[in-house]
């Protein structure tokens, strides 16, 4: 029955009575709700193949641990606690690397444009550009066919797509520069031969960590 009457309890002048809150906060809540009522309705328009959608990538470790940074597609972290109080409000998205849904990630000849379970995957694994030194984040980059090229014969399959910022996917065809998916699933960019001076092939700026790690095992050797 209480909870009855505060569900019909619907006298502003009664709740504000019962509220300690000083304006800049109540406007601040009211903005709160807005925005994650919004969210929630999944009624907002779409971006590059996505709903308007806050993508979050992290380990299974730093969930069970609480503890961590997780990254987002527009290429911010986010605190571990952050992330799990955000996803109490969330409809959530399961990415497993080692095993399939049922959502299809090999859609082969049938469509050109990846789909929204392709992008998530790729934001998830590639987190922005793919091209060497590019800072754009996932959510600035289109879907592109990495191993072959569509009006080549490319097939739209997950295995063979990567995230290319617009420049840097025209910039591909038009200077003569060439993708491929390495064993190590990432893309790698080649240059022509011109420009071939040994550098890197794939992005490390949204994947810090790999730099890290460099170091650490270069560290290693020298003693």
Known sequence: MQGRRAALDVDPRSAAGRDTCGASQRYHDALKAVVRNALMSRELVQHNGLPVTVVVSTTLAELHAAAGIAHTSVGTTMPMRDLIRLAAHAHHYLLIYREHTAEPL????????????????????????TMPNCPVSGAGCQGMHAEQDWSAGGQTDITGLGLGCAADNQMAFDTGWTTSIG?????HWHPP????????????YHHPEELLRRREDDSGEER
């Open 183 to 187: 064993p190590d699933g990432r893309v």
């Open 106 to 129: 090999y859609l082969a000849r049938s469509k050109r444009l990846a789909s929204k379970a392709q992008r998530l995957v790729m934001i998830s694994r590639d987190r922005g550009c």
């Open 193 to 204: 031969p011109l420009l071939d001076i040994g550098q890197d092939t794939v992005n490390h």
